[in-house]
């Protein structure tokens, strides 16, 4: 998260409840729908969108897959999906 800029951390915190960040099981098209939303202006690591939603790393990954083969988001590092500074911005339309 302090990769973000503070402007734009601020927003993407504001743009989640707590109600939905503290929810144990959240709907998969809401959390596509916020990483859509989370990662539309810059780059934005799986760390910092997991800590932004309030779920694991892990568990975000799923969705982040599904984003990524459906080609709505797009990895900074395509070739190599593991990589240590990995992060996704969402396609231009």
């Not at 998260?1 to 601020?10: A, I, N, V």
């Not at 596509?32 to 760390?47: A, G, P, R, T, W």
């Not at 969108?49 to 083969?69: F, N």
């Not at 797009?74 to 969402?90: E, G, S």
């Amino acid at each position: 998260m302090d990769q973000l800029e503070q402007r734009y951390q601020k927003e993407l915190r504001s743009k989640v409840s707590e109600h939905f960040y503290n929810l144990k099981k959240k709907k998969s098209e809401q959390v596509k729908k916020l990483l859509l939303l989370f990662c539309d202006e810059q780059y934005v690591s799986k760390v910092a969108l997991a800590d932004l939603l309030g779920m694991s790393v892990s568990a975000l990954g799923r969705h982040i897959s599904a984003l990524v083969d459906e080609g709505v988001l797009l990895p900074a590092f395509p070739q190599q999906a593991t990589h240590k500074d990995q992060a996704y911005i969402a396609k231009l339309k």
